[in-house]
């Protein structure tokens, strides 16, 4: 705490002893008087109308640079800033939804056959029992990002503030990713869209599977299957018997019928390869990072129009002192 006194009456010699009484933390270099307090009030008025001046000066070329200043330093911020809030998040989906669950189911399945109906059950459970640890994995990691883009958001607006003269208002940006906070919260778990994340999982899990039934009811997949081992070879029998049902029951019946066949390891590790398997890892992380920018592109326009507020405030209050 700084005090500082003007006019004639600071000079009496009790005034810091009031001031200690009133204030007892209060140091004595804390006290700051002119060496003739009762001239500095006509010396700030003497100087007032070229203080009036220059503040002028400064608010116009604030409104003017805004634009600019949004585009070329704040903007590619929020961006940068965003990116490391996706990075963290695909990252996490990549060692912990993937490497430890649907890798290893896949490789399971590449090892020991089984039906591609149980597979997509499998695959399901594995992405919905980490729904919780990704919550918690967004919630300890937002704080940490948003901690630092307040604090470059605020040293781009100094060095831009003290430019032109000014000392930018010591007060934060309202961000926080608490909870308890949620309602005057610009990037949260629910801003993210945990949901629409997992939705993103299951329709590449999902796509590849699809893809895999097509192929197994098609010609290829006849072709393959008829290759197979001794004891499954069903050759032209399985393809007369889905066409038989495509006819009869239609597309579903026969995608059920092929879904819920027993392959053997030896088809199931042709039908989902190695190659298959890191394709798969590849594209769950391009649709988790388009899911997070689409989901952070409001956030990065509503801290721009924070940051536009900070200077309209400031911009106020060089109109206020104006209006002497």
Same mark, same amino acid.
């Given at each position: 705490?700084?005090?500082?006194?003007?006019?004639?009456?600071?000079?009496?010699? @009790?005034? +810091?002893?009031? $001031?200690?009484?009133? $204030?007892?933390?209060?140091?004595?270099?804390?006290?700051?008087?002119?060496?003739? +307090?009762?001239?500095?009030?006509?010396?700030?008025?003497?100087?007032?109308?070229?203080?009036?001046?220059?503040?002028?000066?400064?608010?116009?070329? !604030?409104?003017?640079?805004?634009?600019? /200043?949004?585009?070329?330093?704040?903007?590619?911020?929020?961006?940068?800033?965003?990116?490391?809030?996706?990075?963290?998040?695909?990252?996490?989906?990549?060692?912990?939804? @993937?490497?430890?669950?649907?890798?290893?189911?896949?490789?399971? /399945?590449?090892?020991?056959?089984?039906?591609?109906?149980?597979?997509?059950?499998? !695959?399901?459970?594995?992405?919905?029992?980490?729904?919780?640890?990704?919550?918690?994995?967004?919630?300890? =990691? #937002?704080?940490? !990002?948003?901690?630092?883009?307040?604090?470059?958001?605020?040293?781009?607006?100094?060095?831009?503030?003290? =430019?032109?003269?000014?000392? $930018?208002?010591?007060?934060?940006?309202?961000?926080?990713?608490?909870?308890?906070?949620?309602?005057?919260?610009? #990037?949260?778990?629910?801003?993210?869209?945990?949901?629409?994340? /997992?939705?993103?999982?299951?329709?590449?899990?999902?796509?590849?599977?699809?893809?895999?039934?097509?192929? #197994?009811?098609?010609?290829?997949?006849?072709?393959?299957?008829?290759?197979?081992?001794?004891?499954?070879?069903?050759?032209?029998?399985?393809?007369?018997?889905?066409?038989?049902?495509?006819?009869?029951?239609?597309?579903?019946?026969?995608?059920?019928?092929?879904?819920? #066949?027993?392959?053997?390891? =030896?088809?199931?590790? !042709?039908?989902?390869?190695?190659?298959?398997?890191?394709?798969?890892?590849?594209?769950?992380?391009?649709?988790?990072?388009?899911?997070?920018?689409?989901?952070?592109?409001?956030?990065?326009? %509503?801290?721009?129009?924070?940051? %536009?507020?900070?200077?309209?405030?400031?911009?106020?209050?060089?109109?206020?002192?104006?209006? /002497?």
């Amino acid at each position: 705490t700084i005090v500082i006194l003007s006019g004639g009456s600071s000079l009496w010699p @009790f005034v +810091p002893d009031i $001031l200690k009484e009133e $204030l007892p933390h209060l140091e004595d270099q804390a006290i700051l008087r002119s060496d003739r +307090p009762y001239a500095v009030i006509s010396m700030g008025i003497s100087v007032l109308p070229a203080l009036k001046r220059k503040f002028a000066r400064v608010r116009d070329a !604030l409104r003017e640079e805004l634009p600019v /200043f949004i585009d070329e330093e704040i903007r590619p911020l929020l961006e940068s800033r965003c990116a490391l809030v996706e990075d963290r998040i695909v990252a996490w989906s990549r060692a912990t939804i @993937f490497q430890q669950g649907v890798g290893p189911v896949l490789e399971r /399945f590449r090892a020991k056959g089984g039906s591609l109906s149980s597979l997509r059950k499998e !695959l399901k459970k594995q992405v919905t029992l980490r729904e919780a640890d990704l919550r918690k994995t967004i919630g300890d =990691a #937002l704080p940490l !990002l948003l901690s630092g883009l307040r604090g470059e958001a605020r040293e781009l607006l100094a060095e831009w503030f003290s =430019a032109h003269g000014i000392a $930018l208002p010591k007060r934060d940006f309202p961000l926080s990713a608490d909870p308890a906070q949620r309602s005057d919260t610009i #990037l949260s778990t629910r801003a993210i869209g945990v949901e629409g994340m /997992f939705d993103a999982l299951q329709t590449v899990l999902g796509g590849l599977l699809t893809a895999v039934t097509a192929v #197994l009811s098609g010609g290829a997949g006849t072709a393959l299957i008829a290759s197979g081992p001794v004891g499954f070879v069903l050759g032209g029998v399985l393809g007369a018997s889905i066409a038989y049902l495509l006819a009869r029951y239609g597309k579903e019946k026969a995608r059920t019928f092929v879904e819920d #066949l027993n392959l053997p390891p =030896a088809v199931a590790g !042709l039908l989902i390869d190695e190659g298959r398997i890191a394709a798969l890892q590849e594209e769950l992380s391009t649709n988790l990072r388009a899911h997070l920018e689409e989901r952070l592109a409001p956030t990065r326009s %509503q801290l721009e129009g924070h940051i %536009q507020n900070l200077v309209l405030d400031e911009m106020n209050a060089l109109n206020e002192i104006n209006s /002497f």
